[in-house]
């Protein structure tokens, strides 16, 4: 796939506080990206200097190979969808989408063709007329990325859009939005906190943290194989624990050395081993590789989540089996549920379940709901 947009060594300070920190990326044609990482990150830094509303302090911009650095927004053959729509509340939804286009002076045929070719594919047909103030959060969206891709932009920035929609509105759009970019073909970089916005929705995920970033690639691979603990914390559900790396395929935690699939590790490295909640399987003591005690049970419609106090670490298990708190538990792991890392900066910052549960006691305290021992 060719490369569309280019990040070379991108630096950028406010206030004396970097932001993003040399760092290097490249977006591909026709490519779904998501900036994903939690408030703060840069990843909005990141989309506004592609859009050209930021300059780097240091570092190249590159677009189809020439540099942008210094082209203003509106040269730039790239537009923005921002969390908030700025529609034009005293025109209706067709002029929304025709803007951009009256601005240009098109052939009023033209802009008609167009305004309409927009409008199916939004899924907004018969809209024309509507007042944008009468319609729902989702459909304002959709306008507003009809007027965005009206003028056929190579690349679409999107920051957040989905942030104000409720639950079940937002996973439509999720869907929308990804029928939309492989209707156009058009690149669509978009920004989120929200993991399950970024798996579900694109090819590639760039995971940032302190404005560099921690891991690149395809979701899948994001959630399976993460780097270090900060993207396997950040990306779903983990049991993050300390482990021993022996030898090639076998590792040692929680007292018992597992085989793993894992190899290239110095003999008797310590390590940080992953262990996805669903990955887990309830068994009988005896069969267990660890044994355990239930002491927290929620039931979330298609699975239970349950956590399990073992040696004083607690588990985090997903599973359509119901255990009941107190009970006495196995643990069974296969080589295949287990993912070994090398130790980094955020090694020991992530780990067990009894942190949140410690802070919820405190607030449940604090509020006199509960006693203190």
């Known amino acids: 796939m060719a490369k569309i947009i280019e990040l070379k060594n991108i630096v950028k300070s406010y206030d004396g506080e970097v932001v993003i920190d040399h760092l290097d990326l490249y977006i591909n044609d026709n490519e779904f990206l998501t900036l994903l990482g939690p408030s703060g990150c840069g990843k909005t830094t990141i989309l506004r200097m592609i859009g050209g509303f930021a300059t ?54 033209e802009i008609d063709t167009r305004v309409r070719e927009m409008l199916d594919l939004v899924a907004l047909t018969g809209f024309d007329h509507r007042s944008v103030k009468s319609l729902s959060g989702g459909q304002q969206q959709r306008v507003a990325i009809a007027r965005a891709l009206i003028s056929k932009p190579a690349v679409l920035l999107l920051d957040e859009p989905l942030a104000a929609l409720d639950l079940k509105l937002r996973k439509d759009m999720q869907v929308e939005l990804k029928r939309i970019q492989r209707e156009t073909g058009i690149t669509f970089v978009f920004v989120t906190h929200d993991q399950e916005e970024a798996l579900s929705m694109s090819d590639t995920v760039m995971v940032l943290n302190e404005g560099r970033i921690q891991q690149i690639g395809r979701p899948i691979d994001l959630y399976n194989e993460p780097k270090n603990a900060f993207v396997a914390d950040f990306i779903g559900e983990s049991n993050i624990l300390d482990g021993v790396m022996l030898e090639d395929f076998k590792v040692r935690f929680s007292g018992h050395t597992f085989e793993c699939l894992d190899e290239g590790f110095a003999p008797n490295e310590p390590v940080d081993v992953v262990v996805r909640p669903e990955d887990v399987d309830i068994v009988p003591i005896e069969q267990g590789h660890l044994q355990g005690t239930v002491t927290s049970v929620t039931f979330l419609g298609v699975h239970y989540e349950i956590i399990v106090d073992i040696q004083d670490f607690k588990w985090m298990i997903q599973t359509t089996d119901f255990c009941g708190v107190g009970e006495h538990i196995g643990l069974f792991l296969d080589p295949d549920a287990i993912h070994v890392m090398k130790k980094s900066k955020y090694s020991d910052l992530y780990g067990d379940y009894s942190t949140f549960s410690d802070e919820m006691e405190e607030d449940l305290i604090a509020a006199g709901r509960m006693d203190a021992e």
């Open 56 to 109: 780097p302090d240091e570092g190249d911009i590159l677009f189809m190979g020439e540099r942008i650095n210094d082209v203003p927004p509106n040269k730039r053959n790239i537009n923005t969808v921002f969390q908030r729509y700025a529609l034009f509340p005293h025109l209706n939804v067709y002029e929304n989408v025709a803007f951009p286009l009256r601005e240009k002076r098109i052939p009023h045929d």
